[in-house]
């Protein structure tokens, strides 16, 4: 399976903003259902938003009103607005495509291979 590459992470001062993009190598590969996810040091990876095949969304109660997850028209990129960022934002953020799976948050579970993640820093 094709590895999704994520970009636009940065340092950023608190109440700021960033836009997050997870792309197939080359875009030449479509992206159906996927997950924003953040790990923080010594903290377990944890789902932010997911988004299905007809656009759908959820979110993780700590990011709601704030991230907006998205997807381009080709289904290539998928792409996490982040505003009014905290502190406790700080983490690396994956992206990872999405299949059905029953007794999972949202219903979804993550099948692709995880890639390097984008670094999000927000500090003062």
């Given at each position: 399976?094709?590895?999704?590459v994520e970009?636009?992470g940065?340092?950023?001062?608190?109440g700021g903003?960033?836009?997050?993009?997870?792309?197939?190598?080359?875009?030449?590969?479509?992206?159906?259902?996927?997950g924003?996810?953040?790990q923080?040091?010594?903290?377990?990876?944890?789902?932010?938003?997911t988004i299905?095949?007809?656009?759908?969304t959820n979110?993780?109660?700590?990011?709601?009103g704030?991230?907006?997850?998205s997807?381009?028209?080709?289904k290539?990129?998928?792409?996490l607005?982040?505003?009014?960022?905290?502190?406790e934002?700080?983490a690396?953020?994956?992206?990872?495509?999405?299949?059905?799976?029953?007794?999972?948050?949202?219903?979804?579970?993550?099948?692709?291979?995880?890639?390097?993640?984008?670094?999000?820093t927000?500090?003062?």
């Amino acid at each position: 399976q094709v590895q999704l590459v994520e970009s636009g992470g940065g340092l950023v001062q608190p109440g700021g903003s960033l836009r997050l993009s997870c792309a197939a190598s080359g875009s030449i590969f479509r992206i159906n259902a996927a997950g924003w996810y953040r790990q923080a040091p010594e903290k377990q990876r944890e789902l932010v938003a997911t988004i299905t095949s007809d656009g759908n969304t959820n979110y993780a109660d700590s990011v709601k009103g704030r991230f907006t997850i998205s997807r381009n028209n080709a289904k290539t990129t998928v792409y996490l607005q982040m505003n009014s960022l905290k502190p406790e934002d700080t983490a690396v953020y994956y992206c990872n495509r999405m299949v059905a799976a029953q007794g999972t948050k949202y219903g979804l579970a993550p099948f692709g291979s995880w890639g390097q993640g984008t670094q999000v820093t927000v500090s003062s």
